[in-house]
């Protein structure tokens, strides 16, 4: 929480943090471009933000793309907000964002990715396995993920209630055991739109394993709403599960609707 707390003192940072909040995964370059900022300077602020886990680092390529974690100020808001007044703070945040769009003259912004970032006491094979075994899934995501996991196969997302529904679709693009696993992520396949692109990278440090969760090309806001609510109550339950043979012992989405 200290190293939190000193990134978002400063401005700067604070500044940095809303330009990747409007539009996330930018470069050095874009981020410098657009606060006119020197290369070196913006560069020690954004080594201050990764630090406090603020901002997570993707490599693509030669490129450094930097993404808004929501993770830490997910925990502030857990500790300090939501067991005290979220439902009247949720009221006049609502409030402030329908007056801000009514203000906009322009056209919709374009949805940034989201990005999460966990640390898990385990094995890289030990979180792959976590990721694609279809009676894991089943136990900490609600939901048993089915396929066959190569590359071009299909993968679904079955509901473990005896229905054999299935609420989410896609195909698997990448699959690399055990680091790097990313997959197309249909929840209206009947839409006309392109899917959305969930990218799973799993990098093992002695005993424990960075875990990166990018959900990209989503199609409007609403869906980043909902991703930015489950991903972070999914990912609780695997780490739990990993780290202690048990998931939580109330299903961690389900506080999403009590609390509100």
């Known amino acids: 929480m200290d190293q939190v707390f000193k990134a978002l ?22 981020l410098c471009d657009r606060l006119d900022m020197a290369r070196q300077s913006a560069t ?9 886990d603020l901002v997570t680092v993707v490599r693509r390529g030669r490129e450094r793309l930097h993404y808004l974690n929501p993770a830490p100020i ?16 949720q009221a006049l945040s609502a409030i402030k964002n329908q007056a801000e769009e009514y203000a906009m003259t ?17 094995s890289a094979e030990q979180v792959w396995q976590a990721l694609t075994d279809a ?18 196969s299909a993968w679904e997302h079955r509901r473990v209630d005896g229905s054999g ?20 992520f249909e929840d ?28 990209e090309n989503l199609p409007n806001p609403e869906m980043l709403n909902g991703i930015s ?19 939580l012992p109330q299903a961690p989405w389900s506080m999403s609707s009590s609390h509100a």
């Open 74 to 89: 997910h925990e502030i808001e857990e500790r300090w907000i939501s067991e005290f007044d979220k439902p009247r703070l």
């Open 106 to 122: 322009t056209g919709s912004a374009s949805v940034p990715s989201y990005v999460y970032v966990t640390y898990i006491r385990a």
């Open 229 to 247: 609510q489950g991903w972070p109550a999914v990912l609780a339950n695997l780490k739990s599960l990993l780290e202690t043979g048990e998931v």
């Open 44 to 52: 020690q602020h954004l080594d201050i933000l990764v630090r406090a």
């Open 188 to 215: 209206t396949p009947d839409a006309q739109r392109d899917p959305s692109v969930v990218t799973f990278l799993v990098e093992p440090h002695e005993d424990i394993v960075r875990l990166t969760v990018t959900h």
């Open 135 to 152: 009676d894991l899934t089943a136990r900490y995501w609600g939901h048993a993920n089915v396929s066959d996991w190569q590359p071009g």
């Open 165 to 184: 529904v299935v609420d989410v679709v896609g195909q698997v693009l990448k699959a690399e055991p055990p680091t790097r696993l990313v997959i197309t």
């Open 9 to 30: 003192a400063d401005p700067t940072r604070r500044r940095l943090l809303d330009r990747l909040r409007e539009h996330n995964g930018q470069t050095l370059r874009e």
